[in-house]
């Protein structure tokens, strides 16, 4: 099935984290019933529309893209107007983007847009550059430069790589947090504030002007092309300029800074916040290099105070702000250079960035970063989280009870929860599919009842150290829940012998506390695959903790032992699975579902493994699956045994 088909028919999307009734940036169906939402929830108001082909999310909104250029938000395009009391209500659902009059539809169409903090921007077919402020209803403003001159003009360098662009077009537009930005042809990026923009005088019936002139400044060193075959440079400042820094390739604005990424697979970064920012320049990272022997950095992503840079063979390096702030420091303080190596371990180099394991060769395409959590979307479509979630808000993704979220690793269940790389080197993956998560409420509230298993590994001082162990074996079960023979339903996955997920992840957005990702659903494939694992579940009731078994001491890969033991063995076919009779607390409205949700799924956590043709499944041929998850566990623990330097 061609990839637009599938858009058309599969495509979803989902968010979660903050729902505060004051922003509403999530887009459901009920915006003012849940402050919080743990779990990804499907945008309502998209069925009627085009194709989504892109999402991102602003500080206070999300924003989608369909196939035909339309842009539709929801939430508060500008919450700090909000804070200060001059805004009316958030918009609670998904409303279309709107433009002044235009005869020109091209001029209307847009191609590629950024969501920032407190704005959008936009580039449209025919190249003119849009900016929406204040609030989603108003019109957007054409941007035009005060001092760049963007007016079309013959390229004289015929040598220069294909396509040929034109001197003076926009090809892209990037929001920050302070600043917006676009990168101009045969000029370099150029980037303006916003903050001192103003809002219409009163209502929200007035509209912006259809145009805004910008004080733009261009980020030095930006603007060289590269000649194609034999071609030489226009000059030899051009020459030097490609030698030492390159052609830009792609950019990132960050709070204060802009960083870029080169063809000759170099990281330069430019403060744009001091009051004289050309007095500095650019300065180079040289401790962002990959590994040795590593291909070069090809891609950066980032947005507020976080960035990545990652290549083609699996290096993934991830950087703070703070480490910008000091490499800027360090580089101008040591006589204007811009080119300072690092000592290790130097005051100048820290915070410094960080290699996490859960991301080395792990096919990572795209990393998402919120104010204080990561997304990471793979190349076979899995969402992984890392980092915070401030007032247990669910922007990570992994549910909000604290006995389920505690199994994933997610800890501690209070004002501020954390996952963040689990014994085996993991982030929990993100979950869009309902079976994954009804798995996840029985393992919590009834086989391997949680609470009482935390309160036993409390009593003996166990809880801190196996609670990773345990998190990353209940994600190896149950992350692959799609990864069966059985499911492959197409050619092209039966020749490979690759399954290709149920819910294919093509897109992952995060800002403030919330989040979003364009996924493909295949409802048939989950609806089978929901079958096929009735029949996995343990033979055995409520998991009980041993701690007299075996030898001392007592450690936390032998309670991990204990639990395989549990899942893999034991039982006839007669034996059932019980969730416990104890009523689940529930404090809020989401807590209230998922009881419910409970109530109506019963006979999954009750009724006896069966085949799809409804026949009892044989204890051993339960046996043998539980055996290969077990195994697959143990080559992971193996694999994370080796030091990551």
Not at 405 to 425: E, N, W, Y
Request: glycine content about 8%; charged content about 20%; hydrophobic content about 35%.
């Amino acid at each position: 099935m061609s990839l637009f088909r599938r858009l058309r028919t599969q495509s979803k999307v989902f968010t979660w984290g903050s729902a505060d009734r004051q922003a509403s940036p999530l887009g459901h169906t009920d915006p003012m019933n849940n402050r919080h939402v743990g779990w990804p929830t499907q945008m309502a108001g998209l069925k009627n529309l085009d194709p989504v082909v892109d999402v991102q999310c602003g500080g206070w909104s999300t924003t989608v893209m369909t196939s035909k250029g339309d842009l539709y938000s929801v939430g508060r395009l500008d919450g700090e107007l909000w804070l200060g009391g001059r805004e009316p209500p958030p918009n609670q659902f998904l409303e279309r983007l709107n433009f002044p009059p235009s005869p020109n539809v091209a001029d209307t169409t847009v191609t590629q847009f950024s969501s920032g903090r407190t704005s959008i921007v936009a580039l449209s077919e025919s190249g003119v550059l849009w900016q929406w402020r204040y609030n989603i209803k108003y019109w957007a403003a054409r941007v035009e430069f005060e001092h760049l001159d963007t007016s079309a003009a013959e390229d004289n360098n015929t040598t220069l790589t294909e396509p040929r662009q034109t001197h003076g077009q926009i090809t892209r537009a990037v929001a920050g947090w302070h600043v917006n930005s676009a990168y101009v042809v045969g000029k370099g990026i150029v980037y303006w504030k916003i903050s001192h923009l103003k809002p219409p005088l009163s209502g929200p019936e007035l509209t912006p002007p259809p145009s805004c002139t910008v004080d733009d400044t261009l980020v030095p060193g930006t603007s060289y092309r590269r000649p194609r075959r034999q071609g030489r440079d226009a000059s030899a400042e051009d020459e030097e300029l490609g030698q030492t820094v390159g052609e830009m390739r792609n950019y990132i604005v960050l709070e204060h800074f802009i960083v870029f990424l080169t063809d000759l697979g170099k990281i330069f970064a430019f403060h744009h916040t001091p009051d004289n920012p050309m007095a500095h320049g650019i300065f180079e990272l040289k401790h962002l290099a990959p590994t040795e022997g590593g291909e070069p950095m090809s891609e950066i992503q980032g947005s507020f105070r976080s960035f990545a840079v990652f290549n083609s063979t699996g290096d993934v390096v991830i950087g703070s702000q703070e480490f910008l702030q000091q490499s800027f420091l360090r580089a101008f303080d040591a006589g204007g250079e811009a080119s300072v190596e690092f000592p290790p371990g130097s005051p100048a180099a820290s915070p410094p960035p960080v290699r996490p394991p859960a991301l080395q060769n792990r096919g990572v395409i795209s990393l998402a970063f919120g104010d204080w959590h990561q997304l990471a979307l793979t190349r076979d479509g899995r969402v992984l989280a890392s980092g915070n979630e401030p007032q247990a808000c669910g922007c990570l993704g992994l549910g909000t009870d604290p006995d389920e979220t505690t199994l994933r690793g997610v800890v501690p269940p209070g004002v501020v929860r954390s996952a963040k790389d689990q014994t085996l080197g993991r982030w929990p993956q993100v979950w869009f599919s309902t079976e994954q998560r009804e798995w996840l409420r029985y393992l919590a509230h009834g086989a391997l009842d949680s609470e009482l298993l935390f309160d036993q590994l409390r009593s003996i001082g166990m809880l801190e150290r196996v609670l990773p162990v345990l998190g990353d074996w209940v994600e190896v079960r149950g992350g692959d829940w799609d990864l069966h023979p059985d499911l492959d339903d197409d050619d092209n996955e039966q020749a490979s012998g690759r399954s290709e997920p149920a819910c294919f992840a093509l897109k992952v957005a995060a800002a403030g506390w919330h989040s979003g990702a364009l996924v493909l659903c295949n409802r048939e494939k989950m609806e089978r695959m929901y079958r096929i694992h009735k029949g996995f579940l343990p033979a055995s009731n409520t998991f009980n903790l041993d701690v007299n078994a075996g030898p001392s001491p007592f450690t936390a890969n032998r309670i991990l032992d204990q639990v395989r033991t549990w899942w893999a063995g034991g039982g006839d076919a007669s034996d059932t699975w019980t969730t416990r009779t104890t009523p689940v607390k529930t404090t809020s409205a989401d807590a209230q579902r998922d009881q419910a949700d409970r109530r109506r799924h019963s006979h999954y956590y009750t009724t006896k493994p069966w085949n799809s043709d409804g026949t009892n499944v044989p204890p051993a041929a339960r046996h043998e699956v539980r055996i290969n998850v077990s195994s697959i566990m143990d080559e992971q623990s193996n694999a994370s045994s080796t030091t990551v330097s």
